[in-house]
């Protein structure tokens, strides 16, 4: 492809493969081997670090194309394809565990015994799965509001993805009203980690592609 980045994809190589591991080890067999547990173990494998730096690889990805070209229905197509790219995965993960709860293949419960953990295997699939409430979870709650009876507890960032993306099209859009849009971005980023906000990850991810547009990077 075309102006393909090939480190950010290395990047989420990694941050992937640090999730796999922070739930396998950390969170499933930490019961059974302590070490798992450890502050090291959790320092160097930490799936919540993971997840925020996907967020800023997505403000990142998502204003690229905007920044290459300067046309405003560039950074609006990006939206609606991300949204449609979210969807897929979204639809293919909720129809099979849907499918799976109607042959009655959801060993969840046990699975929450033989790992002494009810944290987050005990809070999966505690309800009667329905077709209608699944479409409605797959297209719409899972985006834009909080759904009682959850087919995937582990796509919860689904919603601040979508949210995230929206906030980055109407910053680009909005560029060039600002004097010093740069500064403002990275100065409102921060602020907003530093108050624990995901937001403030979408916009240091666009600060980001800014600074690549300029050719800093």
Not at 67 to 87: A, N, P
Not at 137 to 152: I, R, T, W
Not at 179 to 198: D, M
Request: proline share 2%; with cysteine; aromatic share 22%.
């Amino acid at each position: 492809m075309k102006g393909h980045i090939k480190y950010i994809d290395g990047i989420r190589g990694i941050a992937s493969l640090s999730v796999v591991i922070f739930h396998f080890f950390h969170e499933a067999l930490g019961s059974f081997v302590p070490v798992f547990r450890s502050g090291i173990f959790y320092t160097i494998f930490d799936g919540h670090e993971d997840v925020m730096i996907f967020f800023i690889l997505s403000g990142d990805a998502l204003s690229i194309s905007y920044l290459r070209k300067k046309i405003e229905k560039t950074i609006v197509y990006s939206f609606i394809k991300r949204y449609f790219r979210l969807l897929f995965v979204v639809f293919v993960s909720y129809f099979s565990v849907y499918v799976f709860m109607k042959l009655h293949i959801d060993p969840y419960r046990k699975a929450q015994y033989i790992l002494d953990n009810n944290s987050w295997v005990g809070e999966g699939l505690d309800f009667r799965p329905k077709f209608y409430d699944f479409l409605q979870y797959s297209f719409g709650k899972v985006f834009f509001g909080d759904a009682q009876n959850k087919y995937n507890i582990f796509l919860w960032t689904m919603q601040y993805e979508i949210l995230g993306s929206f906030l980055v099209m109407l910053l680009c859009i909005s560029t060039k009203y600002m004097k010093e849009p740069k500064a403002y971005i990275l100065v409102t980023s921060i602020c907003l980690i530093l108050f624990q906000s995901y937001a403030g990850l979408f916009m240091f991810g666009l600060f980001l592609s800014m600074m690549r547009a300029e050719v800093f990077f």
